[in-house]
């Protein structure tokens, strides 16, 4: 199925392959119509002439002040203490306390 | 103020729903009542108001109790108090309070109990305040309605029926109900400013970089903000001179000095130059609100300051800019949920793969999966340029018009958003309609300034109008004080 923005089912269940997501049945036809509504939205961003401008990633480059960037206020390289690894591993789903299980990775 | 419709029936403990936090802080100082005292009154009135509202996700009242009993030790024994001494807030919860539950309204971490506390939350506790518990919102802040938490929707409480608007519609929910004296919310496209607005209570942005991040559960971390919602400016600049400064622990927070921000409102606005966006008076505007705006501005032009013209010509591009960047942002910063480490972990699983897949399928609701969705499409391989790139440009654009216009003007004006709080249920089915709700405030989040929503009238049917003061980078002294005139000449009308 084609929409008029161009994103089909295919499509959708690509990205949500990527990103991790599982779509049922219902939710697939969905995505792909509110996708596409919100695509054909975003379009109206091609009617401006950006070839002159710089992309901005966040606010301090522009004002030029960010110093963590230009490695001015990084901290020094010192051991600190940090959260205590129980409390981490106490919020794990499944842990044998010192790391995190899951299912197997590897098949033999 | 006319009778709202659907106004809230219980009056329990009633003197606490306009306690502002200066007269909290006084009451608990000069021995009029203790903090213990106040915390359990609190707690009262939210078991009996809060079924109407449902603003609170999880009640603290053991460290809130704890910490109140402290406060009222040093009462006791002459100690310097701090500037929030006693004070009962609530806090959002995206925001880590270490050992109570943080959800962000979503199923995918029902049951997790940060090991840690948020900067912010930090900082308030140190400064006095009490944390009573943690408020609703929409999951992962992504909404503007507060109807995408997994825990249920907020009703206002200023009309039942309708939305408190969103993200944070808890936080402004529990102000405007007096179930706590200020709260915390977080702001990515309008998530303070808009619920702010809809429930009658000041709500304020602090530029990007002003108040710490750390230990907030990131959406956008290029937008989000920590900000106030208190039932007057001077407490918002109270919260806010709290809040501010730099932490080791966020990288983008500034060394930018912090200014006195309750100090300075005792300055003069007279002499101020306002900028009022053509852009944002455009079709689509509610004609009570167009008025409201008005009104603001008459009484601004009486208190002193001069009212301009401004254009910020890119305003329409704001609400597309947006919705690339915060869900190509959002699709990276949610693939942390993933059943390893925190949180929900699918029990159908048997390989990794199907872990990671079945418990975000089953954690994550709609909106969230359609954010990802669209976030992790415009990142992928042959679009990035066409829309991620694009869109980083469009910010500059617009961060552009607002550096220009400031130029002209000290502050600006306009209005926060196009209708008063609609009813729930009326813009769930189109996310596109509940999108354009954001399109008076998503622009100030894309520049990184500073903004507020000041209460400044009711509608005929009595819900509450908000105006939208944005202030320079960095800038928030100027902002309040243009917010708290407009707070006064309201007040004396």
């Known amino acids: ?108 | 103020m006319p009778e709202s419709p659907n106004a809230l029936k219980s009056t329990v403990n009633p003197e606490l729903e306009a306690l502002t936090l200066a007269a909290a802080r006084t009451a608990v100082v000069s021995g009029t009542t203790t903090a213990v005292a106040l915390a359990e009154s609190y707690y009262q009135r939210i078991a009996a108001v809060d079924p109407e509202v449902r603003s609170y996700l999880a009640l603290t009242q053991d460290r809130a109790l704890a910490q109140a009993a402290a406060v009222d030790a040093a009462v006791k024994a002459g100690d310097n108090l701090g500037p929030l001494a006693g004070v009962p807030i609530g806090i959002k919860d995206v925001l880590t309070l270490k050992g109570a539950p943080a959800t962000a309204a979503s199923k995918i971490l029902k049951g997790y109990h940060p090991p840690y506390d948020a900067t912010a939350v930090a900082k308030l506790e140190a400064a006095g305040a009490v944390m009573l518990g943690k408020l609703n919102c929409d999951e992962f802040a992504m909404g503007s309605s507060n109807e995408n938490s997994a825990y249920g929707p907020v009703h206002n409480p200023r009309a039942l029926e309708r939305v408190p608007g969103g993200s944070s519609g808890g936080s402004a929910a529990a102000v405007a109900a007096g179930l706590c004296a200020a709260s915390l919310g977080t702001d990515t496209g309008g998530s303070i400013r808009q619920p702010a607005a809809f429930c009658g209570v000041v709500g304020v942005l602090p530029t990007y970089g002003r108040v710490s991040r750390y230990g907030l559960i990131a959406f956008a971390s290029s937008l989000d903000r920590i900000g106030p919602f208190t039932h007057t400016v001077q407490d918002a600049a109270t919260l806010l001179e709290v809040l501010a400064g730099p932490d080791a622990m966020d990288a983008t927070t500034s060394t930018q000095p912090v200014a006195s921000y309750t100090a300075d409102l005792s300055k003069p606005v007279a002499g101020l130059r306002i900028g009022v966006p053509e852009e944002y008076f455009g079709e689509g505007l509610d004609p009570e609100i167009r008025a409201a705006i008005e009104t603001s501005l008459d009484a601004l032009k009486v208190a002193g300051c001069t009212i301009h013209k401004v254009s910020l010509p890119h305003t329409r591009y704001a609400v597309p800019t947006y919705y690339v960047i915060a869900t190509a942002e959002a699709s990276s910063n949610l693939s942390r949920f993933d059943g390893v480490r925190f949180g929900h972990r699918s029990s159908e699983a048997n390989t990794l793969a199907n872990m990671f897949r079945k418990s975000r399928d089953e954690g994550f609701g709609a909106e969230v999966k359609r954010r990802i969705l669209l976030g992790t499409y415009v990142l992928s391989a042959g679009y990035y340029d066409a829309y991620y790139r694009k869109a980083q440009q469009v910010r500059s654009l617009l961060t552009r018009d607002f550096l220009t216009a400031f130029t002209q003007v000290d502050a600006l004006v306009c209005p926060v958003t196009p209708t008063p709080a609609f009813k729930l249920g009326e813009k769930t089915d189109d996310p596109i309609q509940m999108y354009l709700e954001d399109i008076y405030s998503v622009a100030a989040s894309l520049a990184g300034i500073c903004g507020m929503s000041v209460p400044c009238g009711t509608t005929q049917t009595g819900l509450p109008i908000g105006v939208q003061v944005l202030g320079k980078h960095f800038d928030e002294s100027t902002m309040l004080r243009v917010g708290a005139a407009i707070e006064t000449a309201r007040a004396s009308q």
């Open chain 1, 1 to 108: 199925m084609s929409t008029p923005a161009g994103v089909s089912l295919d499509e959708v269940q690509h990205v949500a392959d990527l990103a991790n997501l599982e779509l049922t049945t219902e939710e697939l036809p969905r995505m792909a119509r509110d996708l596409n509504a919100i695509l054909g939205h975003i379009a109206q961003l091609q009617e401006l002439d950006t070839s002159q401008v710089e992309p901005m990633a966040q606010v301090a480059e522009v004002l030029g002040i960010a110093p963590a960037l230009a490695g001015e206020s990084l901290r020094a390289d010192q051991i600190k203490p940090s959260v205590d690894r129980a409390a981490v591993m106490s919020q794990a789903p499944e842990s044998d306390g010192r790391f995190f299980k899951v299912p197997k990775v590897i098949e033999r």
